[in-house]
């Protein structure tokens, strides 16, 4: 009897890892969904966006600001995803164009991991997670990190104040080292651009 329920065991435990190797693939498109986001919405987007939107399955839309900065004036890095074909471009706000960054298959590749292991599609926004913290107003005039993220009907914007200064002073909040090693990556192959 025992035996029995040892080799049942055995095989459910093969049977799971099967699937999951040879079967995963067909699902990968399933873990790749917004949470914490709303319905896409056009009036919310600049026309940039809403063009890059309409034309890719996936669009990352990503800017550092400071307070007062309007939307439409700042500097934009964006990766966009079309069938697995990854694309990434500078747009400038102040002057109005986009350009497309000629970033290698490698490169494209390792910063869409970057985005996946950090996260960024499950992530809430920084104003939605509960944290109280003595040093919250600490600082003034400091910048924020902000991403847009575009996906299947759905979207959503994260939007991080300083979140290197407040990792250290107000701890708590895991996702803002998601926020930063997300920024990181996009720092580090734009300037090798």
């Given at each position: 009897m025992i035996f029995r329920l040892n080799k049942l065991l055995l095989l459910l435990v093969l049977f799971t890892l099967f699937?999951?190797?040879?079967?995963?693939s067909?699902?990968?498109?399933?873990?790749?969904?917004?949470e914490n986001g709303m319905d896409y919405d056009d009036s919310l987007v600049l026309p940039f966006m809403r063009t890059l939107n309409s034309t890719n399955d996936y669009v990352l839309v990503f800017r550092t600001f400071f307070p007062g900065e309007e939307a439409s004036k700042s500097d934009y890095f964006v990766f966009s995803a079309k069938a697995e074909q990854f694309k990434?471009?500078?747009y400038s706000g102040a002057e109005g164009y986009l350009k497309e960054l000629s970033l290698s298959t490698l490169s494209l590749k390792q910063i869409w991991n970057t985005f996946e292991q950090n996260n960024l599609l499950?992530?809430?926004?920084?104003?939605?997670?509960?944290?109280?913290?003595?040093k919250k107003y600490?600082?003034?005039?400091?910048?924020?990190?902000?991403?847009?993220?575009?996906?299947?009907?759905?979207?959503?914007?994260?939007?991080?104040?300083?979140?290197?200064?407040?990792?250290?002073?107000?701890y708590g909040i895991p996702e803002r080292q998601n926020i930063i090693n997300s920024v990181a990556v996009i720092k580090l192959f734009k300037l090798k651009e």
């Open positions: 699937f999951q190797v040879f079967f995963s067909a699902f990968s498109q399933e873990h790749l969904r917004i990434s471009y500078f499950r992530l809430r926004d920084e104003k939605n997670i509960p944290n109280f913290c003595a600490a600082i003034y005039e400091s910048h924020t990190y902000e991403f847009t993220i575009y996906f299947k009907g759905k979207m959503k914007v994260l939007s991080y104040y300083s979140p290197e200064y407040y990792i250290d002073a107000c």
